[in-house]
């Protein structure tokens, strides 16, 4: 039974479709996954569902009653609100019922009407059923099994980071059990613990799934279904992701098959056309020509767009790049022990880690962007540092990637930083359009696009490949791969990581966390 039914849909944004008539449903059990290109409109697909963006065209039918759960990423959290004071938000229907209960036993034991007691009696019944007793053992289970234990449950909310504030809004959304689940690329801040354990709740889970991610393996693990967001289409796939990309693979050969077929016909026909229209076999020339006119024509398959990149170099006359000693980082207590370590010109260096750490602080406190407790850091004379922060915050994001590059290079001419965007995988209709609305991928390509307009000799990348789809991964890590100055780069993918980087420090050794 379908618990979504999705007809006719067509979306674009000014001259760009993201799709046009797609439909599929979604099945109660099924675990979709939703694959595609940066800017293909998988997370416009979702606001669609959920009612936060409107069609062109189309309905979206979701089964009558069904509660729906969605990762939001902005959602509004009272300032000074704790960690488990924002999980306990997750049950708050329940409190509710829990504090009518006990008025309804109170009223009871000064008026001693029975009603009341059979009233409270059935909240009661409903709280049992609900697990209302269990709730902190729940909550314990899931802030362990996503790493939310070592944060600390008084931990204000706002002091949070932008990884940490992420897993404790999947953790609420988990907590509140719905019908239906919908998540956008949700092991974007986890750790392979934690990730882990969220394939085992997914693989647990009884209702219906659809989840946005990039991570191949994760969704290979956790789907059962996928659909597939390209060239202005939604296709839906029966089986896991590798299972998908086979069949839609086999769909583009056969796609191919045919266009060649019929491109022989249709030149064939173009050639007799032209060599009889005005001769004796006139007649059966311009049959041929209402037979190409009537003919439905065959789209030659597409490809994906390649996001290349290339990182400029300025050149240093210095052997030794960075000297970090005894460095004490944290907020008012150390978060570490004591950051020792250099590098020399050329090495490129791997942060590890569980997120929250303390990696992205080490970071900070290396570029001076926050006050170290103790310690130094210092960079050769010679450094040109480009630092890529992985959170997606800009001055004003009303303004276009155009108009926001202009005003940091206002010398820079439009085509120039068009062809840089374009290079970078941004299309031409994404350079006009307010970065507010661009997706995480998007506006993570106009900051890489941003670091190549500035040589320079030091990268330091945290967590870049947040939101990029496999091709534009691929792209970045050859540029990195071939750059020639000294790279610090904090990632927890694995695949993007293994076999090039010359050294590694492990932050998580060095945590004081209890």
């Known amino acids: 039974m379908a618990v979504l039914d999705v007809e006719g849909l067509t979306m674009s944004y000014a001259d760009k479709k993201l799709y046009e008539d797609a439909s599929f449903q979604l099945e109660k059990h099924e675990h979709m996954g939703i694959v595609g290109q940066n800017g293909a409109g998988k997370s416009t697909l979702i606001k669609i569902l959920i009612g936060q963006a409107l069609p062109v065209e189309g309905s979206i039918k979701w089964q009558k009653g069904v509660k729906i759960g969605y990762l939001d990423q902005y959602v509004d959290i009272p300032k000074g609100m704790t960690l488990i004071e924002f999980l306990h938000t997750a049950f708050s229907e329940l409190y509710k019922l829990n504090d009518q209960m006990n008025d309804l036993y109170q009223e009871y034991a000064e008026s001693m009407d029975y009603e009341l007691l059979t009233k409270?009696?059935?909240?009661?019944?409903?709280?049992?059923?609900h697990n209302f007793y269990d709730i902190e053992t729940e909550i314990e289970r899931v802030m362990s099994g996503l790493g939310l234990a070592e944060i600390g449950k008084d931990h204000?909310?706002?002091?949070?980071?932008?990884?940490?504030?992420s897993k404790i809004i999947l953790a609420k959304m988990l907590l509140e059990n719905p019908d239906v689940i919908l998540l956008d690329e949700p092991t974007n801040y986890l750790d392979t613990a934690h990730i882990e354990w969220l394939?085992?709740?997914?693989?647990?889970?009884?209702?219906?799934?659809?989840?946005?991610?990039?991570?191949?393996?994760?969704?290979?693990?956790?789907?059962?279904?996928?659909?597939?967001?390209?060239?202005?289409?939604?296709?839906?796939?029966?089986?896991?992701?590798?299972?998908?990309?086979?069949?839609?693979?086999?769909?583009?050969?056969?796609?191919?098959?045919?266009?060649?077929?019929?491109?022989?016909?249709?030149?064939?026909?173009?050639?007799?056309?032209?060599?009889?229209?005005?001769?004796?076999?006139?007649t059966m020339a311009k049959s041929r020509e209402k037979m190409l006119a009537r003919m439905k024509r065959v789209d030659p398959p597409s490809e994906n767009l390649k996001a290349t990149f290339h990182f400029p170099y300025e050149n240093t006359g210095s052997a030794n790049a960075l000297r970090v000693e005894n460095l004490s980082v944290g907020y008012g207590r150390p978060l570490l022990a004591p950051v020792t370590f250099s590098m020399t010109m050329g090495e490129k260096l791997h942060f590890t880690g569980f997120n929250g750490v303390g990696k992205s602080t080490l970071i900070k406190s290396i570029l001076k962007k926050i006050p170290a407790l103790d310690g130094d850091a210092t960079f050769?004379?010679?450094?040109?540092?480009?630092?890529?922060?992985?959170?997606?915050?800009?001055?004003?994001?009303?303004?276009?990637?155009?108009?926001?590059?202009?005003?940091?290079?206002?010398?820079?001419?439009?085509?120039?930083?068009?062809?840089?965007?374009?290079?970078?995988?941004?299309?031409?209709?994404?350079?006009?359009?307010?970065?507010?609305?661009?997706?995480?991928?998007?506006?993570?390509?106009?900051?890489?696009?941003?670091?190549?307009?500035?040589?320079?000799?030091?990268?330091?990348?945290?967590?870049?490949?947040?939101?990029?789809?496999?091709?534009?991964?691929?792209?970045?890590?050859?540029?990195?791969?071939e750059f020639p100055g000294n790279l610090i780069l904090v990632s927890h993918e694995d695949s993007f990581t293994r076999g090039w980087l010359d050294k590694t420090l492990n932050v998580e050794k060095l945590s004081l966390k209890k």
Request: proline letters at 4%.
């Open 120 to 129: 409270a009696g059935r909240i009661q019944e409903k709280l049992d059923s």
């Open 199 to 282: 394939i085992e709740y997914l693989n647990n889970y009884d209702g219906a799934a659809m989840i946005i991610s990039h991570d191949y393996d994760f969704l290979e693990q956790v789907t059962n279904t996928i659909c597939d967001v390209s060239f202005n289409k939604i296709t839906k796939y029966r089986g896991s992701f590798q299972q998908a990309m086979r069949q839609k693979e086999e769909r583009k050969e056969a796609q191919e098959r045919e266009y060649e077929k019929q491109q022989v016909v249709i030149e064939k026909a173009e050639r007799f056309i032209r060599k009889n229209k005005a001769g004796s076999k006139s």
């Open 156 to 165: 204000v909310v706002s002091e949070m980071s932008g990884g940490q504030r």
């Open 380 to 481: 050769s004379p010679s450094a040109i540092i480009n630092y890529f922060d992985q959170d997606l915050e800009w001055d004003d994001p009303s303004l276009t990637p155009l108009q926001t590059i202009q005003n940091m290079f206002p010398t820079m001419q439009p085509k120039t930083i068009r062809t840089k965007l374009a290079r970078a995988g941004i299309n031409s209709s994404n350079t006009q359009k307010p970065m507010n609305l661009l997706s995480g991928g998007e506006q993570t390509k106009v900051k890489l696009a941003i670091l190549e307009l500035t040589p320079c000799n030091f990268l330091i990348m945290d967590e870049p490949t947040n939101h990029l789809d496999d091709e534009t991964k691929e792209g970045l890590k050859k540029a990195l791969q």
